[in-house]
């Protein structure tokens, strides 16, 4: 069963509008962390940011703003007013401490939603 | 501040052939994992290490090899590479832990087998 859910594939927008990727997460363990990523069309994967389970406070960075919900086990990520430079894949993922202990707490990645951000 | 360093960063293979992904990290990091990622599949995981000398398969091991001497490197053997195994691999690294520390993550090998 896939542990992390992103359904949205791919979303395009116009340059200063503000977008939203939903995330969906399933899992037993009371004690997990979350992660997004960001794919730029370079190909790299830059960490954006980790979410503890136990930790539900909403954060925001600059234009970017992350929803934690564990009612809904979603943790949802908000660009404001996006930009062409935000244009890219993002994942989202999930770590689970103690279902996944025999993996080494390895990652389980969503497919990914592509944003694409035109001027 | 090199961080995870993946070699080569593009090959081409002949289906059959045999070949090493070098990954490498400065970091002094315990765990080590290689993923793939396909289109539309995100990224999964083929083998992980926690340490030198320990090493363990991940969601789809099948056709690769792995093995930890060093704290710094891991690499990844293709015994004989097959066109589903034309993909982007990635090498990542992170402390050790129960999963709460993000990975690090090489720029990639993209690999075409013909």
């Known amino acids: 069963a896939q542990k992390v859910t992103q359904a949205q594939t791919e979303i395009s927008v116009v340059e200063k509008e503000d977008v939203t990727l939903d995330c969906v997460y399933e899992?037993?363990?009371?004690?997990?962390?979350l992660f997004w990523y960001k794919q730029p069309p370079s190909g790299e994967l830059v960490f954006l940011i980790r979410?503890?389970?136990?930790?539900?406070q909403n954060e925001i960075s600059g234009r970017y703003s992350w929803n934690f919900q564990k009612s809904t086990s979603s943790f949802n990520f908000t660009i404001t007013a996006s930009q062409v430079v935000d244009s890219a894949v993002y994942f989202c993922a999930l770590s689970e401490a103690f279902s996944n202990s025999n993996s080494g707490y390895a990652l389980n990645f969503g497919k990914g939603t592509s944003l694409l951000v035109t001027p | 501040n090199a961080g995870v360093t993946q070699t080569p960063k593009f090959q081409v293979l002949k289906t059959g052939q045999s070949m090493t992904l070098q990954c490498a990290q400065d970091m002094n990091h315990e765990y080590m994992s290689w993923y793939r990622q396909d289109p539309g599949m995100g990224l999964r995981l083929i083998h992980y290490s926690v340490g030198a000398g320990i090493t363990d398969q991940g969601e789809v091991p099948n056709g690769y090899n792995v093995s930890r001497s060093t704290t710094e490197d891991f690499p990844l053997r293709l015994l004989s590479a097959a066109p589903s195994q034309t993909s982007v691999y990635f090498c990542?690294?992170?402390?050790?832990?129960?999963?709460?520390?993000?990975?690090?993550f090489g720029d990639g090998t993209r690999l075409s087998i013909l």
């Open positions: 990542a690294s992170r402390e050790q832990g129960y999963g709460n520390q993000p990975q690090h």
């Open positions: 899992t037993r363990d009371t004690t997990y962390y």
């Open positions: 979410r503890n389970s136990f930790d539900e």
